[in-house]
């Protein structure tokens, strides 16, 4: 075992670990993919392992490398904050809020608050499961979502904080029969076809948390679609197949859509904060206590159990 390790070394290991791909890490590295391939197979000498299985279809990590992984994450964070604390300087933090007008944008509105010197920046993409792949990949720093639905993998490799129990809805064109009732019962949508992001890779843990909830209720989920971007394309894509989309009653309404909430009884859906589990930024600490602050404040975690539906989800 050598005394010294070159931080360039594990990055591109770490980088090669997060892509399992070696063509698109020497592109995040701004390398060509031999030098990439190079710096993995020195490192790999000097601790005498092999990291990596490759393969002409595939790269995955050896059992040595899924080893390495987590300390090599943890070396380069704090080279990262050292090079911070000698500069004076912090990087921007990046969150993904999924939607505007979501309780993830009061969060962060607070965060702000309490960082003022900080920078966080959002952006608005759908799915915490995409999401997740961003932030262990370093492309993205925090997310907010339904953590039980990720893989083991992935929610293994990141830090996450509830923060509300979130009451599900119904977004349904404007003249269904449903969108004439105050509040939707859940054995209503029985003989539905509900969308619910089925066949995006992006949101595999909402399908999962509404195949779940739909379960033994006659609700189907609805087959795979292209996801509509953009509020005219989702204005076309509702008048066309008039599902029912399943989301949460703080969506924010589109055009010739009503949002109806679940009832009878209602059903939550529990969102957390979600990091990689290394990263120490000012700004995280910000969020996390921000969150914890509005859900103490709001009661979101205190929901009444009388009339709510809490089904198997994971926290």
Same mark, same amino acid.
């Given at each position: ?29 701004? +390398? ?5 391939? /190079?710096?993995? #197979?020195?490192?790999?000498? %000097?601790? @005498? ?8 279809? /595939?790269?995955?990590?050896? !059992?040595?490398?899924? /080893? ?19 500069? @004076? ?27 003022? #010197? ?5 952006? *608005? ?54 969108? #004439?009732?105050? @509040? ?19 949101? %595999?843990?909402?399908?999962?948390? !509404? /195949?779940?909830? *739909? ?16 509020? %005219?394309? *989702? ?48 700004? +995280? %600490?910000? +969020?996390?206590?921000?969150? !914890?602050?509005?859900? !103490? ?14 089904? +198997?989800?994971?926290?």
């Amino acid at each position: 075992m050598p005394k010294d390790i070159d931080p360039r070394l594990l990055r591109a290991f770490t980088v090669t670990a997060e892509e399992l791909h070696f063509t698109r890490a020497a592109a995040r590295l701004h +390398l060509a993919q031999q030098a990439l391939s /190079r710096d993995v #197979r020195r490192l790999e000498r %000097e601790l @005498g392992v092999e990291l990596f299985v490759r393969t002409t279809r /595939r790269v995955a990590l050896t !059992a040595d490398g899924e /080893r390495l992984l987590p300390y090599a994450r943890r070396v380069l964070a704090a080279q990262n904050e050292l090079l911070a604390a000698r500069t @004076g300087e912090v990087a921007p933090l990046l969150v993904d809020l999924n939607s505007e007008g979501m309780v993830s944008g009061r969060v962060l509105a607070r965060a702000r608050e309490l960082v003022p #010197r900080h920078e966080l920046m959002a952006r *608005f993409r759908s799915g915490l499961t995409g999401a997740a792949a961003d932030i262990l990949a370093g492309r993205l720093d925090a997310s907010f979502g339904y953590v039980g639905g990720l893989a083991p993998v992935l929610r293994d490799a990141l830090g996450h904080q509830l923060v509300r129990y979130e009451p599900m809805a119904v977004l349904l064109p404007y003249d269904h029969p449903l969108a #004439r009732l105050p @509040g939707v019962p859940l054995d209503a949508l029985a003989g539905e076809r509900v969308y619910a992001g089925a066949g995006n890779p992006g949101t %595999e843990e909402w399908t999962e948390l !509404a /195949r779940r909830l *739909f379960a033994g209720r006659s609700i189907e989920v609805a087959p795979p679609a292209p996801m509509a971007v953009g509020v %005219e394309e *989702f204005r076309r894509v509702m008048a066309k197949h008039r599902q029912p989309v399943l989301t949460v009653i703080d969506f924010p309404v589109m055009p010739d859509t009503v949002l109806r909430p679940l009832i009878d009884p209602v059903p939550l859906s529990p969102l957390s904060l979600v990091w990689r589990k290394e990263s120490r930024h000012p700004g +995280l %600490e910000a +969020l996390r206590a921000a969150a !914890a602050e509005l859900a !103490a404040d709001e009661g979101w975690l205190d929901p009444d159990p009388a009339d709510l539906l809490l089904p +198997l989800f994971l926290h």
